[in-house]
């Protein structure tokens, strides 16, 4: 039974930072592609960030340079480490499992809404 549960959400100030958790369980997340993806209210979903199995990453334009995924085997949790947030930023934030999917294609999937499991998600507000 795989899950995933998001925290470290936020209000803040454009300009500061936040890192998000994603704790993981019956998921390895050294074995498979885990992600985030982002929707807020009256905008498309947009997959940010993905991390997958052999190590590669990828990013969105949007949060390239300021946003860094990274994972802890040890603890089986992925991180969003959020920097030089902007108010465009503001959104709910979404881990997902990905499967063996490449870190470069996991973006669209997650963005055309097929990944096929996700948390419940954790608020982010930048003001």
């Known amino acids: 039974h795989v899950q995933l549960v998001e925290s470290g959400g936020a209000s803040v100030q454009a300009g500061g930072s936040l890192r998000l958790s994603c704790a993981v369980s019956?998921?390895?997340?050294?074995?498979?592609?885990l992600g985030w993806f982002r929707q807020a209210p009256g905008k498309e979903r947009e997959g940010v960030a993905a991390?997958?199995?052999?190590?590669?990453?990828s990013y969105s334009e949007s949060v390239r340079g300021r946003f860094t995924i990274s994972r802890d085997v040890a603890t089986n949790t992925l991180y969003l480490q959020m920097d030089d947030l902007l108010t465009e930023d503001t959104a709910m934030y979404y881990c997902?499992?990905?499967?063996?999917?490449?870190?470069?294609?996991?973006?669209?999937?997650?963005?055309?809404?097929?990944?096929?499991?996700w948390g419940q998600g954790t608020q982010v507000t930048v003001s």
């Open positions: 991390y997958d199995s052999d190590g590669r990453t």
């Open positions: 997902a499992a990905l499967g063996f999917l490449p870190a470069d294609r996991a973006l669209g999937l997650m963005t055309r809404g097929e990944a096929p499991l």
């Open positions: 019956g998921y390895d997340v050294s074995s498979y592609c």
